[in-house]
């Protein structure tokens, strides 16, 4: 899957390829995570870089990524993205901080304080999940890039 965050098309459709007979909906969710980590991880990559960072740097890839949202509580998506990345990982206890970074923007905005204060007034605190870092799949990692790659054009219109 391509468009989904990154790049930003948002009229792309999902691509599936390779398909059998003996294809299996375990496989099919897998390759959705797949698609979906890996487009983020590779935005991140390249927002890293934009910022004058090496993803490569051992210091740079040693740093957490934490997951928050539904997929955070699925232990498929937390060991995919732990997979791809190659980097350790938070998981909040606390659930709902996807809503609960909105509340406090809305606060912040119709207060004017600071949404990180206020989001950590109201966090309760529950134990962090702290994952750490695996080796990069790297043979997945190329076999999901060259796929979306000699995609891209195609799903493009180029």
């Known amino acids: 899957m391509d468009g989904e965050r990154t790049p930003d098309v948002p009229t792309a459709s999902g691509l ?21 980590a890996f487009t983020v991880l590779r935005a991140l990559d390249e927002l890293l870089r934009a910022c004058g960072l090496d993803p490569a740097d051992p ?7 934490r997951l928050i949202g539904g997929g955070a509580q699925g232990r498929t ?51 962090d999940a702290r994952l750490p870092a695996v080796e990069r799949d790297t043979e997945a990692w190329n076999r999901i890039g060259s796929v979306l790659d000699r995609a891209t054009g195609p799903l493009l219109g180029g």
């Open 16 to 36: 599936l390829t390779g398909l059998r007979h003996d294809t299996t909906p375990q496989q099919l969710l897998g390759a959705a995570y797949e698609g979906a």
């Open 77 to 127: 998506w937390v060991e995919t993205v732990r997979r791809l990345s190659g980097r350790p990982l938070i998981v909040p206890g606390s659930g709902e901080l996807v809503a609960l970074g909105a509340a406090a923007l809305a606060a912040s905005a119709a207060g004017g304080g600071d949404p990180v204060a206020v989001a950590t007034q109201w966090n309760a605190k529950a134990e």
């Open 59 to 65: 210091e740079v890839a040693g740093r957490p990524l």
